[in-house]
């Protein structure tokens, strides 16, 4: 069977979350794979929708288990990953599977399905603009912000090992961009 999965990656505050919203409401044959992590739920996040919300303890039962397809400590003391559970039960339901994950979480991804992802890395256009999101977000300790931004050199370095880059600086364009990039990969033939 041919599955299909995209993955958006980039640094915290590049956008890849709104986009990947604006996504499953567009698509219909989308769906998210809902992730697991150990850090805290914000106040507009609800428990098996944004993410599985587990404690350290559970999350690390999952791992001896061998429930995830990846997993990262994404900022110290922080656990995300992605349950192979979650996306396989998705995409045997035939859905496209699209995922929100950090760069090398993405690079995991993209090694385990091959070319039935595509992989498209969103930029913010500079760390200061990067800065400036992650501070207009509320729901960022000054802690988290500093993980957050600390991390996002490294992950920027990534960027060309993706297919495919949007340099996200005006929103509205980079979701028609993304739109246009997965109308592509869903309407595109198997190989
Ligand atoms: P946030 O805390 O802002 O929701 O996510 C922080 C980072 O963790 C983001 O880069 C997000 O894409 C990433 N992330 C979310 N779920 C997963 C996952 O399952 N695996 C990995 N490796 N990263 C994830």
Redesign the pocket.
């Known amino acids: 069977m041919n599955h299909q999965l995209i993955l958006f990656?980039g640094?915290?505050g590049s956008g890849?979350?709104t986009v990947v919203h604006s996504l499953l409401e567009k698509f219909p044959q989308f769906i998210f794979s809902v992730?697991?992590?150990t850090?805290p739920q914000r106040i507009n996040e609800k428990d098996g929708v944004d993410?599985y919300f587990l404690s350290e303890e559970e999350f690390r039962e999952k791992i001896k288990k061998e429930e995830f397809l990846?997993?990262?400590e994404?900022y110290p003391g922080?656990f995300?990953?992605?349950l192979k559970e979650e996306v396989n039960r998705k995409l045997e339901q035939g859905h496209i599977v699209l995922f929100?994950?950090?760069v090398?979480?993405?690079l995991s991804v993209k090694k385990y399905f091959g070319k039935q992802v595509m992989d498209v890395f969103i930029m913010p256009p500079s760390l200061t603009v990067l800065k400036q999101r992650l501070e207009a977000r509320e729901s960022e300790t000054q802690e988290s912000l500093e993980k957050r931004l600390a991390k996002s050199g490294l992950e920027l370095s990534f960027a060309d090992q993706f297919s495919y880059i949007i340099v996200n600086d005006e929103l509205q364009k980079t979701i028609r961009e993304a739109e246009l990039l997965v109308n592509d990969f869903i309407n595109r033939k198997p190989a």
């Open positions: 990656c640094p915290s890849k979350t992730s697991a992590t850090r993410y990846e997993w990262e994404v922080r995300y990953g992605t929100d994950v950090d090398k979480g993405g």
